[in-house]
């Protein structure tokens, strides 16, 4: 896309050239995830049953006892 540019060229040879560097750590991260989920999607930590959730708590508001009248 900026090949061409001289700024483009310039700005890479003085910081680096980011835009491929977080691609590849991009691909880089995607490739772990994509193996740290393998066990999850072959059926393996998935197909085990699973324990039944107790139910979420239940909150019943009561009326708050009268507190002290301000005049």
Same mark, same amino acid.
């Given at each position: 896309? &900026? *090949?061409?540019?001289? =700024?483009?060229?310039? !700005? =890479?040879? #003085?910081?680096?050239? =980011?835009?491929?560097? @977080?691609? +590849?750590?991009? #691909? +880089?991260?995607? +490739?772990? @995830?994509? &193996?740290?989920? *393998? ?5 393996? =930590? ?8 107790? /139910?979420?708590?239940?909150? *019943?508001?009561?009326? !708050?006892? /009268?507190? /002290?009248?301000? !005049?």
């Amino acid at each position: 896309m &900026f *090949q061409d540019s001289p =700024i483009y060229d310039r !700005l =890479i040879a #003085e910081r680096g050239d =980011i835009p491929t560097q @977080v691609r +590849r750590e991009a #691909e +880089r991260v995607s +490739r772990e @995830v994509e &193996f740290a989920m *393998q066990p999850l999607l072959s059926g393996g =930590i998935a197909s085990a049953p699973l324990r039944p959730t107790p /139910p979420a708590p239940t909150w *019943q508001r009561s009326a !708050l006892p /009268p507190g /002290p009248q301000q !005049l």
